[in-house]
């Protein structure tokens, strides 16, 4: 199995800059190469990663993409003076040529395939390439938006042709639509493209009707094109990781590409002057940590825009910590998408629905004609730049958000605890079975424990054999409380008894909020009645008297025969109430007679990971002790994870996310995605506000 991350950089590529005036160009400088490398360095990620040079890319790899009128303009401006430069510049939207233009954008094109080449042969997981120009504007025919040839559309064909791949995911998380892959591969249902930007209703650049919501992709591409337009600036964290639960992540887990490009744009962060968004550098190792599920972690990521040179940097940083597997940081803040970014999200799965499972049998429609209809009036009666009017062109405002990110970095980052996963393994029969990571604790001593349950589960540990290993399980928790531990793992002759003890002693020693997860029979339902305990039950059917309530939900799922479909519960539903509820300690316990095959165990666990700073506690009933490796693994998330094949989920199961959904949207708001009921309730007082006004 693979594992180590490629870092790919070549100073050389710092050479292409512009030479004359021009205000719209001026901002894509070289600077956004060297001190992102020089962060990286700061950071030590750059000792830890695999150095790969980068290298030419050949004529006929360019022409994979473009035809060769484009190459042959681009390689006649090597020997061109300033003048002859500036007027072949001038052909095109938003791009300059210096003499080292096109020796740059071979050496980015070759840097893409190098990185290709780097994960798809198996010399490492996953890698990050920095590179100038970037891509993603550029079409067949034409430079546009700094872009000259298309990096990343041409590691998807030459990834294509090489190693024989049928499905490649193009993640563009740029703030800018990528107008040019988008029309390089409209009509190739072997390339999903995923593309947010900022849209304004058509307003913003390139301001193109085709980058809308509808544009689904063309013939045989059908549905496999993806737009995801922002119609406001200021969105957020909460925002793009709602668009990633509810449209990319169901959808790329269907589609289950073999391999996953990301069009890796920084101008989507915080202080960007082009994006004007506000999302912190750490949404950045959740959406690098999501990708990582997919493709058995082959994860290329491509530098495409970003033009805040700290913002772009501490972006840059974020996302290879998280391709080293390092813990991921806690998201702060209100997580609750806002209206506007709601709206798109439903317009796009609405656009969807036809061709994909996990969107179809959902039905909207009646808001969906209101949401148009209001949206059309809120354009008409509200002044659409009024909220933006504070540009960050400023250069106040620029050392404004060097100072937030200065104090917000300190705050957000921790030391990686020296153990990465805990185990009290010494006689175990399972220590044999569980990989190299994960390092064995002193169990606690018996009357220690007696001590600690005797004030509540007192009765319930009468047994010697479950006070032995509540007295591990403890030891073991205790690491990741104390922060010697990223993560954990117990097995438990009664896993609910054993958790329940686990959720106590956590928060007791101080936690405000722990997530449980399930999976199994569950004997003891610990009291969550103060809200420092969210349970989410996984069983095939709810066995307990106890009904559901905000802290204690029953998810009722039986793994289906095909393959694993419980992604579509997994970004459906938990990932939102968690990311929703933020815990700080996540605890998954595998209790007898569980309705989850190991894959969907894997992939529960794997995708906890980004939540609570990686803390995870798993609790594992003794009568699965087959479990423990696959568990151990997930936990230890830098190896390549393997979640079996998926399959989509049937109309029932996509049913039983939809009603979970409705019941709990208003409390945990990461659930919301469609009208139902806040876009209903806010559009209806809209309305007949704005009819009274008119009449
Ligand atoms: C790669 C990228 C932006 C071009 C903006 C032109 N291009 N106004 O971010
Ligand atoms: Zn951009």
């Known amino acids: 199995m693979a594992s180590g991350t490629a870092l790919i950089y070549d100073e050389e590529m710092t050479s292409h800059k512009l030479l004359w005036n021009d205000p719209i160009c ?10 992102s490398y020089e962060q990286l360095e700061r950071y030590h990620l750059v000792e830890r990663c695999v150095r790969v040079p980068a290298r030419e890319a050949s004529e006929e790899e360019i022409l994979l993409v473009h035809s060769s009128e484009h190459l042959e303009v681009a390689k006649s401006t090597q020997a061109m003076n300033e003048e002859e430069l500036k007027s072949v510049s001038g052909n095109y939207d938003a791009f300059f040529f210096h003499p080292s233009t096109y020796r740059c954008a071979k050496l980015a094109v070759g840097a893409s395939l190098q990185l290709v080449d780097s994960v798809m042969s198996g010399k490492v997981c996953n890698g990050m390439a920095l590179v100038r120009p970037p891509g993603h504007h550029s079409q067949r025919n034409a430079a546009n938006g700094f872009c000259l040839f298309n990096n990343v559309a041409i590691a998807a064909k030459y990834a294509k042709r090489k190693y024989g791949l049928q499905r490649i995911l193009i993640v563009d998380w740029d703030v800018h639509h990528g107008q040019g892959t988008q029309y390089i591969f409209e009509e190739d249902p072997s390339i999903l493209y995923f593309s947010w930007h900022r849209y304004e209703h058509q307003e913003f650049w390139p301001s193109l009707k085709e980058s809308d919501y509808d544009s689904i992709g063309l013939g045989r591409g059908k549905g496999r094109n993806i ?29 289950d590409p073999e391999l996953v490009l990301v069009s890796s744009g920084y101008d989507s962060g915080i202080g960007d002057p082009e994006g004007q968004m506000d999302a912190t550098p750490d949404v950045f190792a959740h959406l690098t940590h999501f990708l990582m599920q997919l493709a058995n972690g082959k994860l290329c990521v491509i530098l495409e825009g970003g033009y805040h040179l700290k913002s772009l940097a501490e972006s840059v940083c974020m996302t290879v910590k998280t391709l080293l597997g390092d813990p991921v940081p806690q998201i702060t803040g209100e997580m609750a998408p806002c209206l506007s970014a709601i709206e798109s999200i439903q317009n796009v799965r609405a656009a969807h629905k036809p061709y994909w499972k996990c969107l179809m049998y959902e039905d909207a429609s009646f808001l969906q004609n209101l949401s148009t209809k209001l949206q059309l009036l809120e354009k008409a009666t509200t002044n659409p730049s009024a909220e933006h009017e504070s540009k960050i062109t400023s250069k106040d405002e620029v050392v404004k958000v060097e100072k937030f990110l200065e104090v917000h970095m300190k705050n957000i980052l921790f030391p990686v605890p020296p153990i990465k996963t805990a185990a009290t393994i010494e006689s175990k029969a399972s220590a044999h079975l569980l990989p190299l990571s994960v390092r064995g604790v002193k169990e606690m001593d018996k009357n220690e424990v007696k001590a600690l349950v005797s004030a509540f589960y007192g009765d319930l540990v009468k047994q010697d054999e479950t006070l032995l290993s509540l007295g591990s399980m403890l030891a073991v928790l205790d690491k990741i409380l104390m922060k010697q531990a990223c993560n954990g793992i117990a097995e438990s002759p009664a896993a609910s008894v054993s958790a329940a003890v686990a959720l106590r002693h956590s928060v007791r020693f101080g936690f405000q909020r722990v997530l449980c997860i399930f999976v199994g029979d569950m004997e003891i339902i610990p009291n969550t009645e103060d809200g420092r305990i969210l349970v989410i039950h996984v069983c095939e059917k709810q066995k307990s008297e106890k009904t559901n309530s905000k802290h204690y939900i029953s998810l009722n799922w039986k793994e289906g025969a095909e393959g694993n479909d419980f992604f579509s519960a997994v970004f459906g539903f938990i990932l939102p109430v968690a990311y929703s509820y933020q815990a700080n300690l996540t605890i998954i316990a595998v209790g007898p007679n569980r309705s989850l095959g190991t894959n969907g165990i894997s992939l529960l666990f794997g995708s906890l990971r980004g939540l609570a700073e990686s803390r995870i506690l798993a609790v594992i009933e003794n009568t699965d002790i087959n479990l423990m490796p696959t568990v151990a693994k997930a936990l230890a998330g830098d190896s ?8 989509p989920p049937s109309q029932e199961k996509v049913h039983t996310i939809k009603l979970l959904r409705d019941q709990f949207q208003q409390e945990w708001k990461m659930l919301q995605c469609s009208g139902k009921s806040s876009l209903y309730l806010y559009y209806s007082y809209t309305y007949i506000f704005e009819m009274i006004k008119y009449s």
């Not at 390549?640 to 399959?647: E, I, K, N, Q, S």
Request: hydrophobic fraction near 45%; charge should be negative.
């Open 26 to 35: 001026d901002i894509e400088v070289p600077e956004r190469l060297s001190s």
């Open 227 to 255: 737009n995801l337009p922002w119609n406001k600036v200021g969105m957020g964290n909460s925002d793009y990781l709602a668009a990633f639960f509810h449209v990319l992540l169901p959808v790329a887990f269907e589609f």
């Open 640 to 647: 390549t994870p393997d979640f079996g094949v998926y399959a």
